[in-house]
């Protein structure tokens, strides 16, 4: 879970440039079957543009069996970009980027892991190609004060070609 939380984002929005009021974003690129790895675990989200508005809808499960549901979009007015993601057992992530750009993101998340485990800190992501994103997540654990931090990276799913 801390994979698919760490990961979430990553992907959410790399590559765009986010700064106009009247802005479409090119969520194409990003749609699909992706997997990543983290500390020996795997994560795979399916995402999905929302139509006729500028966010996705990802659906994640990790290795464990859990999963989450999350919700991405750009907010104009603020000229930010928010997710926020809900899943098992209480588990949810809230993040602002603040900072984004063609090829990375940067902003503030919280998130709750389904063991109970809060943090909060600064997530990035950087896309690495159009097949590739890796995110970073620098954390502080609420309850013992200790920072974390949290390395995904995340490929797209080949579709494997049917032969005839």
Do not use: Q
């Amino acid at each position: 879970m801390k994979k698919i939380i760490l990961s979430l984002s990553f992907i959410n929005f790399l590559g765009m440039s986010l700064f106009a009021d009247d802005h479409k974003c090119p969520w194409e690129w990003l749609t699909g079957h992706w997997k990543g790895d983290s500390k020996g675990k795997t994560t795979e989200v399916t995402w999905k543009k929302v139509k006729g508005g500028d966010g996705l809808t990802g659906a994640w499960k990790d290795s464990d069996g859990n999963i989450s549901k999350e919700v991405v979009g750009w907010c104009p007015d603020l000229k930010v970009v928010t997710a926020f993601a809900t899943g098992t057992n209480g588990s949810y992530w809230n993040i602002t980027f603040n900072e984004v750009g063609k090829d990375r993101m940067k902003g503030k998340m919280r998130r709750r892991l389904p063991d109970g485990v809060v943090h909060e800190g600064d997530f990035v992501v950087e896309r690495e190609g159009n097949d590739r994103i890796v995110n970073v997540f620098k954390g502080k654990n609420i309850k013992t004060g200790e920072i974390e931090e949290f390395k995904g990276v995340f490929e797209r799913v080949k579709k494997k070609k049917t032969k005839k």
